[in-house]
């Protein structure tokens, strides 16, 4: 069974940082696309950054670009979400996927099958 574990969420200022990761087993995120999507109280899971299966293209929500980055290690097995000045619309459980073999950094979330148990991203003002 693939499982993947975030960490890195906590509660901070607007205008701080915040580093997320998300780690499975040797081999789980190798060829294979990745993807971060958040989900807040009320409202809808929805796209927040995404990477192809060999790291060279990124696709991020428009809320969120310039800011956040997305990136990958796959000899440590592991996607990073590098968010930066974080507004308190970012608050949101945050959850990392893992998409399609050899697949494209896109946002569906169908092309997700398996997820995290999400981390919890709160921002004050």
């Known amino acids: 069974q693939v499982q993947l574990v975030e960490a890195g969420g906590g509660s901070v200022q607007a205008g701080d940082s915040l580093r997320l990761s998300c780690s499975a087993s040797?081999?789980?995120?190798?060829?294979?696309?990745l993807g971060w999507f958040r989900q807040a109280p009320g409202k809808e899971r929805e796209f927040v950054a995404s990477i192809s299966w060999h790291g060279v293209n990124t696709y991020y929500s428009d809320s969120v670009k310039g800011r956040f980055t997305i990136s990958r290690d796959d000899d440590k097995n592991t996607v990073v979400l590098q968010m930066n000045s974080l507004k308190p619309e970012d608050t949101s459980q945050y959850y990392c996927a893992r998409g399609v073999f050899l697949g494209a950094a896109i946002d569906t979330q169908g092309s997700y099958v398996y997820w995290g148990q999400g981390t919890q991203v709160t921002v004050v003002a």
């Open positions: 040797e081999g789980t995120f190798r060829s294979y696309a």
